[in-house]
């Protein structure tokens, strides 16, 4: 099992940066990481996603170039960078994880949830 507490969410200007994290406890080793972002009115959509061995990082096309997703093993969490906010970057954020190896961008096929951190961009 893993339990997943994300953070550092707040407002921001556009073209401002946040950086997200999700501190993790239980098992980590095998899991694959993710964040997923909804909007009010909107699907629950991919961000980016991590497996935690290899780090290896795969990226939505919506914010390829500007997030940047990484893991620090001491402190047993993963991070989200956002740079280059623009405003349809507005949305709750949540860290995700899950022991298999399928599908990395459905939402629904993640088993563990942080509780949502907000991230407003608004000038």
């Known amino acids: 099992q893993v339990q997943l507490v994300d953070s550092g969410g707040g407002l921001v200007q556009p073209g401002g940066s946040l950086r997200l994290s999700c501190a993790a406890s239980?098992?980590?080793?095998?899991?694959?990481m993710g964040w997923f972002r909804q909007a009010p009115g909107k699907e629950r959509e991919f961000v980016a996603a991590m497996r935690w061995s290899s780090a290896n990082t795969y990226y939505a096309d919506s914010v390829k170039g500007r997030f940047t997703m990484s893991r620090d093993n001491a402190k047993n969490t993963v991070s989200l960078q956002m740079n280059s906010l623009k405003p349809e970057d507005t949305a709750v954020y949540y860290c995700?994880?899950?022991?298999?190896?399928?599908?990395?961008?459905?939402?629904?096929?993640?088993?563990?949830w942080g509780q949502g951190t907000q991230v407003t961009v608004s000038s």
């Open positions: 239980g098992r980590t080793f095998s899991t694959t």
């Open positions: 995700a994880a899950k022991y298999s190896s399928g599908n990395l961008v459905r939402w629904d096929d993640y088993d563990y």
